[in-house]
């Protein structure tokens, strides 16, 4: 079989689990980044004889919506796919679930899938430095089991995972009073006298939204994914948006306990 290993990863860590797993199957698989926008306006086509690894990360408890269009072109015939969700430490609830079905209206059988975990992209303390060293374990083990059920069996049938269909609502944060904290129009801002003009924000963000001229400047949607503030080399981009922080803040106080990675085969 010929395996293809695609994944959407602003912070890397979706990345390194689908790479993990891929390479688990067979160390000559493709790969597929359409974390930057421009690799998101091509249609792509797997056959029977593909195997295809596909992860995203989980953003408010679904498969980020702005990827949705995108995934409805990636088309099988009578292809494998492993759907991966990567989540930080609260749930992926209906995420993996989601992004199977996108895939099995799409020609694809998945035949396994799986939920691992991330440190979250909005702070610097949940789930700080995952995926570890027992996380990559797991997605080890899951890439043999998949090696092993692709050597065993010559009739796939598609796999069960938790989540609901339809999908739930996406996830959304409350404040103090109970009241939604909306987010979606929060966007970074930047110390323009710590901002050197390297253009590291600028080819980071997966929505090309940050101005090439001014970098301060966010021009379009912002999804929160975080990269332009973890890479930035001074650390002039930040967050200040009250609702936002206080969801982050709550998060990582409630959040504490470790979840695990669990795997569908
Ligand atoms: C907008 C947004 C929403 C998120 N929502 C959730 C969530 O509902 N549950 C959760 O556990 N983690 C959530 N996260 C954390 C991400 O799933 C985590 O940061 C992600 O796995 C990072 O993937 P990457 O390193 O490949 O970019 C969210 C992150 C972002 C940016
Ligand atoms: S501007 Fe928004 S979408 Fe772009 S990298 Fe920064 S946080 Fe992500
Ligand atoms: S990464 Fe930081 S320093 Fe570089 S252009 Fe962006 S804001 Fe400026």
């Given at each position: 079989m010929?395996?293809?290993?695609?994944?959407?990863?602003p912070?890397?860590?979706?990345?390194?689990?689908?790479?993990?797993i891929a390479?688990?199957?067979?160390?000559?698989?493709k790969?597929?980044?359409?974390?930057p926008?421009?690799?998101?306006?091509?249609?792509y086509?797997?056959?029977?004889e593909?195997?295809?690894?596909?992860?995203?990360?989980?953003?408010?408890?679904r498969?980020?919506?702005?990827?949705?269009?995108?995934?409805?072109?990636?088309?099988g015939?009578?292809?494998?796919?492993?759907?991966?969700?990567?989540?930080?430490?609260?749930?992926?609830?209906?995420?993996?679930?989601?992004?199977?079905?996108?895939?099995?209206?799409n020609?694809?059988?998945?035949?396994?899938?799986?939920?691992?975990i991330?440190?979250?992209?909005?702070?610097?303390?949940?789930?700080?430095?995952?995926?570890?060293?027992?996380?990559?374990?797991?997605?080890k083990?899951?890439?043999?089991?998949?090696?092993?059920?692709?050597?065993?069996s010559?009739?796939?049938?598609?796999?069960?995972?938790?989540?609901?269909?339809?999908?739930?609502e996406?996830?959304?944060?409350?404040?103090?009073?109970?009241?939604f904290?909306?987010?979606?129009?929060?966007?970074?801002?930047?110390k323009?006298?710590?901002c050197n003009?390297?253009?590291?924000?600028?080819?980071?963000?997966?929505?090309?939204?940050?101005?090439?001229?001014?970098?301060?400047d966010?021009?379009?949607?912002?999804?929160k994914?975080?990269?332009?503030?973890?890479?930035?080399?001074?650390?002039?981009?930040y967050?200040?948006?009250?609702?936002?922080?206080?969801?982050?803040?709550?998060?990582?106080?409630?959040?504490?306990?470790r979840?695990?990675?669990?795997?569908f085969?």
């Open positions: 010929n395996i293809t290993a695609m994944y959407f990863s912070n890397g860590n979706t990345k390194k689990i689908v790479y993990t390479n688990k199957i067979d160390e000559n698989f790969s597929i980044d359409f974390t926008p421009e690799n998101r306006n091509n249609e086509k797997f056959r029977s593909d195997l295809l690894v596909i992860g995203v990360p989980v953003y408010a408890g498969v980020p919506n702005i990827l949705i269009k995108f995934l409805d072109k990636i088309k015939e009578n292809s494998i796919a492993v759907p991966v969700v990567v989540y930080g430490n609260r749930n992926y609830d209906d995420a993996l679930i989601e992004l199977k079905n996108i895939l099995e209206n020609g694809f059988c998945a035949i396994a899938g799986g939920a691992f991330a440190q979250h992209a909005f702070s610097k303390i949940l789930a700080k430095n995952r995926p570890d060293s027992e996380d990559l374990a797991k997605a083990d899951f890439g043999k089991q998949i090696y092993d059920k692709l050597s065993t010559h009739e796939f049938k598609s796999i069960k995972v938790n989540g609901f269909t339809p999908v739930r996406y996830y959304k944060p409350r404040d103090r009073a109970g009241n904290i909306n987010i979606l129009k929060v966007k970074p801002k930047t323009a006298e710590m003009n390297c253009g590291i924000c600028v080819s980071a963000c997966p929505m090309g939204s940050i101005s090439k001229e001014n970098p301060s966010i021009t379009g949607i912002c999804i994914c975080c990269a332009c503030e973890k890479k930035c080399p001074t650390g002039a981009k967050f200040d948006d009250e609702g936002y922080l206080y969801h982050k803040t709550e998060l990582e106080l409630e959040y504490t306990r979840a695990e990675p669990e795997i085969i």
